[in-house]
């Protein structure tokens, strides 16, 4: 049988590793899934019919701040969309 403390000494290194390995997968999942959330939410104003403008301004804009439109492209108006045959 071994000793314990090997298995003390083993558990302590699995556990040292492992903190910044579940940080690290846990920073990426949630950056990937704010880029999932944000791609949704563009799909759904463009076929709303938003013009790109007006989607640059929604994303943006933080929660209460003001819009700055100096700061954001001029973007042309957006074209009508035409719907999809579902």
């Avoid at 704010?34 to 301004?57: F, H, N, P």
Wanted: aromatic share 10%; glycine share 12%.
């Amino acid at each position: 049988m071994r000793d314990s403390g090997e298995l003390i000494g083993f558990v302590t290194v699995v556990l040292l590793f492992s903190i910044p390995i579940v940080g690290v997968v846990g920073h990426y999942g949630y950056l990937a899934f704010k880029t999932w959330l944000d791609i949704g939410l563009k799909r759904d104003m463009v076929a709303r019919g938003y013009t790109a403008q007006e989607i640059l301004e929604v994303l943006g804009t933080r929660r209460g701040a003001g819009v700055v439109s100096s700061s954001l492209p001029d973007v042309p108006p957006a074209k009508p969309v035409r719907q999809g045959a579902f």
